[in-house]
């Protein structure tokens, strides 16, 4: 993949590990917030009922978040106390990364006389600035320094099932300012606008529809302009997120700009090995993910374009070469490379290497009819859903999977489900017992108060990214 907009700030996943442990010290000094007002403002009065997600607790208080639904706001209470302990709710518009702009609403403390009290109500997002937020209690008792702090929550506002709260999820690391995820993904940003759109089509809530328009604005003239740069594969994978907003949203321009991807996704193409697209421009390698790609693009394309015969052509060349090339081994596996010298396909295999070529191949077969397309998608999926190399305990996991949530890998994942989710729906439902049972235990086993994912589907959840985020929204959009 390519190595453009790989950065990660430390001090960014520290101050979101902080703010999950419960437990800071010394106090971060409060910043002055402005007022957030969507259905009320901030600084009403609690409301009559309410739910508890997340609770703290600091020699001897408790401190609860409570969660309005109704109204999308929350409060904090400490219960348990003694005059002069305080409390307080901070928000975060980036998923408890930050929280400056939005720290020690309702600042309280407990009177005279009482042991308890709770803080007016703040808003867990600011609709006008689209700021997509989550909330946490916290504080102090009055004669110790010691911080407690709840977990982060939010309301169920654009968030009222396990899909809709993942993709909220991921929009709160969308930075509105350069229309990057978590500021820094070119491909794998490709990939969050996809599953975003999945997410869109699966559950009908389009209320994130703005970040497609403003990544296609922003962006639209960086690297070689219309999301092409000296990577084929990241080409690809803008195609078909702009495949996929046409679909969305029938403007033209998306499809337009994945013509221009597709076309120059051709010009990687030479007769070197008898055919195939490079991976780069330094014509060093040709490797399955890119040439799954072009298969899958030049499918998509064909299919709406009415009397198309070149898109159409490239995607049957495309998937004549690769079986010829040794990718797909004799028990159906897709490893990832062939050698350029003997022409012969080496390397293992990865998730996204089985994922991305069934798509491809269903794609083929909905704009052929090719039976046998179909019938190779499936026998490459039959093999990978039971690969061992590509499960522990018969969930999915990378191949050298770690705990970060950094890189390339985990955004792989993603992209592999994305093909069985698609290839169940062209046989039916024959993956969805596997399907559900990836989502159940990710559900379970690997998810924090707000409905953030981490690396490992099996759990736990050790932390976050867009990566990671996307990942789990493609499995929660193709499971249904």
């Avoid at 169920?156 to 396990?162: K, L, P, Q």
């Avoid at 009908?204 to 690297?223: F, H, K, P, W």
């Avoid at 969305?248 to 195939?276: I, Q, V």
């Amino acid at each position: 993949m390519s190595t453009f907009w790989r950065r990660r700030t430390a001090t960014g996943l520290g101050a979101l590990l902080l703010a999950t442990a419960g437990l800071l010290s010394p106090a971060r000094p409060a910043t002055a917030a402005a007022d957030v007002c969507n259905l009320h403002c901030d600084g009403r009065a609690p409301a009559a009922t309410s739910r508890v997600p997340v609770t703290a607790a600091l020699y001897g208080r408790t401190f609860r978040l409570h969660i309005s639904d109704a109204d999308t706001m929350g409060w904090g209470s400490v219960d348990g106390g003694q005059a002069g302990d305080e409390v307080w709710v901070d928000r975060s518009f980036d998923g408890g990364r930050s929280w400056s702009t939005g720290s020690a609403l309702g600042r309280t403390a407990v009177p005279a006389g009482a042991t308890g009290t709770r803080t007016t109500m703040a808003n867990v997002d600011d609709w006008v600035a689209r700021g997509v937020g989550v909330l946490r209690a916290c504080g102090k008792a009055g004669d110790r320094p010691e911080i407690a702090c709840t977990a982060w929550a939010r309301s169920t506002w654009n968030a009222g099932d396990r899909r809709t709260a993942a993709a909220t999820a991921l929009m709160m690391r969308f930075d509105q300012g350069n229309a990057m995820f978590d500021s820094n993904g070119w491909w794998t940003g490709a990939n969050a606008v996809t599953a975003l759109i999945d997410n869109m089509r699966v559950t009908g809530m389009r209320s994130y529809e703005y970040a497609v328009t403003a990544t296609y604005d922003r962006l639209i003239n960086e690297r070689q302009g219309q999301f092409r740069n000296e990577y084929s594969d990241d080409t690809g994978w803008w195609a078909l997120a702009w495949i996929a907003a046409y679909d969305l949203t029938g403007n033209a321009r998306y499809l337009n700009t994945a013509r221009a991807g597709a076309d120059h996704m051709h010009t990687f193409w030479d007769s070197r090995c008898g055919g195939g697209v490079y991976w780069r421009t330094d014509r060093a390698a040709k490797d399955a993910i890119s040439n799954s790609l072009y298969i899958q693009v030049n499918a998509a394309l064909a299919q709406r374009l009415a009397g198309d015969t070149t898109y159409r052509a490239r995607a049957q060349a495309g998937w004549t070469w690769f079986q010829g090339t040794g990718m797909i081994t004799a028990d159906n596996t897709v490893i990832n490379h062939i050698d350029l010298t003997t022409c012969r396909g080496v390397s293992g295999p990865l998730t996204y290497t089985q994922g991305v070529l069934v798509n491809g191949l269903v794609q083929l077969n909905r704009l052929t009819g090719d039976a046998g397309a179909l019938a190779a998608a499936r026998r490459i999926a039959d093999a990978a859903t039971v690969n061992t190399h590509l499960h522990r305990d018969g969930i999915v996991r990378e191949p050298g999977e770690t705990d970060s949530c950094s890189g390339d890998a985990p955004s792989w994942k993603g992209a592999y489900v994305r093909g069985i989710g698609v290839l169940n729906q062209a046989t039916g439902g024959a993956y969805t017992a596997y399907l559900k049972r990836q989502v159940d235990t990710m559900y379970a086993a690997n998810r924090n108060s707000f409905d953030a994912y981490g690396p490992h589907w099996a759990g736990p959840f050790v932390g976050t990214s867009h990566l990671c985020q996307q990942s789990a929204l493609d499995l929660l959009n193709a499971a249904g």
